[in-house]
């Protein structure tokens, strides 16, 4: 699990996470709580939710996949979809964690 801290302006709100991952992960989005559960590609399971107004998120990955287009556009949108939902781009948030990591 990783949570990933939002951008000033970029509200923990679930119903706005919601509309991240229909935009960018085409197919059924599962409702379990207060979590909202999606599959797509190589990703056999993306769990998101709101936690100390951090996005939280889980991914299992399907390991038995080989096909490389498909790996790539399953982590181009897991990214995409990361961006739409914190604001910060990859390299803000590698930059974030390495700050946590030395706190």
């Known amino acids: 699990m990783q949570e990933y801290k939002l951008k000033r302006g970029f509200t923990p709100d679930m ?3 919601c509309e ?3 935009e960018i992960f085409p197919g059924e989005i599962k409702k379990d709580g207060d979590k ?3 599959s797509y ?6 769990t998101v939710w709101i936690e100390n107004k951090k996005l939280a998120v889980d991914t299992v990955s399907d ?3 080989k096909d490389d287009a498909l790996i790539l556009d399953s982590n181009k949108r897991f990214r995409d979809f990361l961006l ?3 604001g910060y ?3 803000e ?3 974030q964690a390495k700050k946590e990591v030395s706190e």
Not at 41 to 46: A, R
């Open 15 to 17: 119903d706005r996470i």
């Open 84 to 86: 739409a939902a914190t």
């Open 41 to 46: 590609g190589i990703l056999s399971s993306l």
């Open 36 to 38: 909202l559960i999606v």
């Open 63 to 65: 390991t038995s996949v």
């Open 89 to 91: 781009t990859a390299k």
């Open 20 to 22: 991240c991952l229909k």
């Open 93 to 95: 948030r590698l930059k």
